[in-house]
């Protein structure tokens, strides 16, 4: 791939970020699309996939040795682990390895953006400051999307090219076999709870019903990654990006269960880990009875995210005012989003 137009590295590109970066990236015909995750996937006119695993220092140089045109790097892969002070190494392993890659034979290499989190302001520990902003102090390690930032700051130093640092809420979007995937993982609940014939009720701690919340668009975040990376005053900033309104379940959940046709109950605490598990036989009766797509049970239930999201019994939002003082003035209805979302997931089949 030989061009002048920028050439864009989307690491992660089968993750529900990186995904619908690539599908951004290759819409406008401006760039030059490379996507590297360990599936990789089928080309196609616009879209270069590479299997790579990225823990793997070795394999990481060889795979990417002849991508030396890269101008941009979008930097969204993860790797989950069951505590925090475990993601550490992994996260920072696969960023070190893709930066080290790179930077060594790319010598045009404009941007490294990174995909961050409210974790960098401690939202998942428990109740934290809101509106979280970027100027916010630090936390107690460990964490590893500060580890990460700490590591590209160090190494952008006297370099040419520049790093931005994207922190969205809770992102809505569309990705199979991932494990942080609220949009899906609601949209599965309520589909088995109208398949036993029974209420849509809230499954997280009583708390959590009506503390003030925000999600973010895959497809908002993907314009805002874009943008921040080639706006020449957002060169090694951070930005909060969500969808600029604010929701509560208790506001949020009837609504959901008028689109699936159900019933409302009153919340209930369960942990969906726990009480999901004995489904996968219902959900593959379900997909031959309605015809669906046939997805693995795994693929499109990410219960443990939903015990974590649904726990959150403080509020927790950020602060997005930045993003629009550089230039991005972008918002989504998140109501409009999720109920958008479960529409493209019935037309994919992936619920009835
Ligand atoms: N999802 C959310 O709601 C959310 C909200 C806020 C912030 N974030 C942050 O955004 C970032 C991306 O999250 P995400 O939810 O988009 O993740 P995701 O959907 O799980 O995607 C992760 C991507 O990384 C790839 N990957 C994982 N391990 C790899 C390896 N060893 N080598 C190569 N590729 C690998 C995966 O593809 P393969 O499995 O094929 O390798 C996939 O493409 C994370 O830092 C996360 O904390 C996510």
Redesign the pocket.
């Known amino acids: 791939m030989r061009t002048s137009k920028p050439v864009a590295l989307v690491v ?7 995904g619908n970066l690539v599908t951004q990236l290759q819409s406008t015909g401006d760039w030059d699309v490379m996507g ?4 990789g996937g089928d080309p196609s006119e616009r879209v270069r996939h590479i299997a ?4 793997d220092a070795d394999d990481t140089r060889s795979k990417l040795a002849g991508l030396d045109q890269v101008t941009h790097v979008f930097y ?4 989950d682990r069951p505590t925090w002070a475990e993601l550490v190494p992994p996260n920072l392993a ?1 960023l070190t390895n893709v930066v080290d890659a790179i930077e060594s034979i790319a010598h045009g290499l404009r941007h490294i953006s990174l ?3 409210y974790k960098v302001y401690g939202a998942h520990l428990g109740p934290f400051k809101t509106p979280a902003r970027e100027t916010d102090p630090p936390h107690m390690p460990p964490e590893f ?1 500060v580890d990460q930032q700490q590591f590209l700051e160090q190494r952008q130093i006297g370099k040419a090219w520049n790093w931005s640092a994207i922190r ?4 809505g979007g569309i ?1 199979l ?6 949009a899906m993982l609601i949209a599965v609940y309520a589909s088995i709870c109208k398949e036993l014939n029974l209420p849509l009720r809230f499954p997280g701690k009583p708390g959590a019903y009506d503390k003030l919340l925000e999600m973010t668009d895959a497809a908002l975040l993907a314009r805002a990654t874009v943008w921040a990376a080639t706006e020449p005053r957002c060169a090694n900033q951070t930005f909060n990006i969500n969808n600029g309104d604010l929701f509560r379940w208790s506001e949020l959940w009837p609504r959901i269960a008028r689109y699936f046709d159900l019933d409302v109950a009153p919340p209930l605490p369960m942990s969906l880990s726990a009480v999901m598990a004995d489904k996968e036989p219902l959900w593959k009766a379900m997909r031959e009875r309605h015809r669906l797509a046939p997805h693995a049970y795994s693929a499109v239930s990410s219960w443990g995210f939903g015990d974590f999201v649904f726990s959150w019994d403080y509020d927790l939002f950020a602060d997005g005012s930045k993003a629009r003082r550089y230039g991005f003035h972008e918002f989504v209805e998140t109501e409009a989003m999720l109920l958008g979302l479960f529409d493209e997931m019935r037309r994919l089949r992936i619920i009835p």
């Open positions: 992660g590109a089968q993750g529900v970020i990186g590297v995750s360990r599936r790579v695993d990225l823990l969204a892969a993860y790797q696969m995909m961050q989190g999307n969205p809420a809770v992102v990705a076999g991932n494990p942080m995937n609220l």
